[in-house]
C-alpha cells in the first residue's frame, strides 16, 4: 500500500529537521559588541567566515558561541567586502567544517536549507527553492563571486553569514542580506579563495592603477573615432604608478579597457579586482583628437589605500 500524502510529508519533515540537526555543529552564533548577533560557519580549527558587511561599524569585542554552547572570543582577522567575507580567529574553537557543495551542480528549483545560530535559540532555519543559479558575477567592489545564487526565501539579520546547505548536508555557501532581505549565497569556492588570502596577509589584494578619472560627455566628432559617447577624464596619476609607467598623461580621456567600452569609474573599480593585480591591460586613450593605445601592467594597491 502506497504511503499517504500526509505521511510522505510529515517523513520529509523529520528528514528535513534531521538535516538541521546534523548541519548545525558547523554553524556558530557572533555576538556583536551591540549585543546584537549574526551567524557563521566554522572555516577551519580556530576559524569562522561570516558576512563582511555585519562587521563594518563593529570588528571588536566579538564573541563566538558554538552548538556545543562554549563561548570563545574572537577577533576579527580580515574583511573582503567585494565578496563579503570575514575571517575572525577563534581561540579554542575546535571542530571541522561541513563538506562543500560544487556551486555548478546547483540548479534552480533544487531545495536548499540557511542555517544559522541565536545566542538564545540555537539554530534558526530558512527553507527554500534555488530561484536563481546564474553565471559568475563580480560585486560593485570587483570581487568574482563564482555563481549568482538567490533563495526563494528571504533572510533575518541573525542568519547572516550562517551556511546554506543542500539536502545532502553539504554547504552551499554562506548566506548573505541582498536587496529586500533576498537571501543571496557566497559560494563555497568565494570563500575559500577569500579566507586564504585573509588569513594570510590580513586584507584582500586589489588592483591598482594610480589614476583619479571622472566622466566627461565627448564632443560630436570624437564619439565615432572613440566608440563612445562618454570617457574618463583622467584628472591625476600617481608618478610611482603602473599607469605612469605605461604612458598615461594628465588630460588623457580613457574610452576603453581590453577592447570595451568604459564610462564610470565604477566600472573601472569592478575590473581591478584581486584576480587583475599582476595582469596586463590595453587601454584605449583619446590624446589631442587621436585614438592612442597603451598597454598598462595592473599594480596592487597600497594597503592605505
Known amino acids: 500500500m502506497s504511503k499517504s ?27 556583536l559588541g551591540s549585543g546584537r548577533s549574526i551567524s557563521g560557519i566554522v572555516w577551519r580549527p580556530g576559524h569562522v567566515v561570516t558576512a563582511a558587511e555585519a562587521l563594518v561599524e563593529e570588528p571588536s569585542a566579538l564573541r563566538v558561541l558554538t552548538a556545543a554552547a562554549s563561548e570563545h572570543d574572537a577577533r ?51 527553507f527554500g527553492s534555488v530561484a536563481v543559479a546564474g553565471a559568475a558575477w563580480h560585486s560593485q567592489l570587483g570581487g568574482r563571486i563564482d555563481r549568482f545564487i ?3 526565501a528571504s533572510l533575518t539579520r541573525a542568519a547572516e553569514g ?10 552551499i555557501g554562506m548566506a548573505v542580506l541582498g536587496p529586500r532581505r533576498a537571501l543571496l549565497t557566497i559560494p563555497a569556492p568565494t570563500i575559500a579563495r577569500s ?9 584582500i589584494s586589489r588592483g591598482y592603477l594610480g589614476l583619479a578619472m571622472q566622466p566627461v560627455q565627448l564632443p560630436t ?27 598615461v598623461l594628465l588630460g588623457d580621456v580613457i574610452v576603453a579597457w581590453n ?8 566600472q573601472v573599480q569592478r ?24 598597454r598598462l601592467t595592473v599594480g596592487e594597491r597600497p594597503s592605505s589605500g
Open 76 to 126: 576579527l582577522l580580515g574583511r573582503d567586502p567585494s565578496t563579503d567575507v570575514a575571517l575572525l580567529g577563534v581561540e579554542g574553537l575546535t571542530g571541522e567544517p561541513l563538506p562543500a557543495s560544487d556551486p555548478a551542480a546547483v540548479r534552480p528549483g533544487q531545495l536548499a536549507v540557511a542555517v544559522g545560530r541565536s545566542p538564545e535559540h540555537g539554530p534558526i532555519v530558512t
Open 259 to 266: 577592447g570595451e567600452p568604459v564610462r564610470d569609474y565604477r
Open 150 to 152: 538567490r533563495l526563494d
Open 271 to 294: 575590473l581591478l579586482g584581486p584576480e587583475s593585480v599582476g595582469s596586463t591591460v590595453t587601454v584605449a586613450a583619446l590624446r589631442a583628437g587621436a585614438l592612442v593605445d597603451l
Open 162 to 171: 550562517g551556511a546554506v546547505v543542500d539536502l545532502d548536508g553539504r554547504t
Open 5 to 31: 500524502p500526509a505521511i510522505r510529508l510529515s517523513e520529509f519533515s523529520a528528514e528535513l529537521a534531521d538535516l538541521v540537526s546534523r548541519c548545525s555543529h558547523g554553524v556558530v552564533a557572533v555576538r
Open 195 to 203: 579566507a586564504e588570502q585573509l588569513l594570510a596577509k590580513g586584507r
Open 221 to 247: 566628432a570624437l564619439q565615432k573615432l572613440a566608440n563612445t559617447s562618454v570617457g574618463l577624464l583622467v584628472s591625476s596619476v600617481d608618478s610611482q604608478s603602473s599607469a605612469a609607467a605605461g604612458g
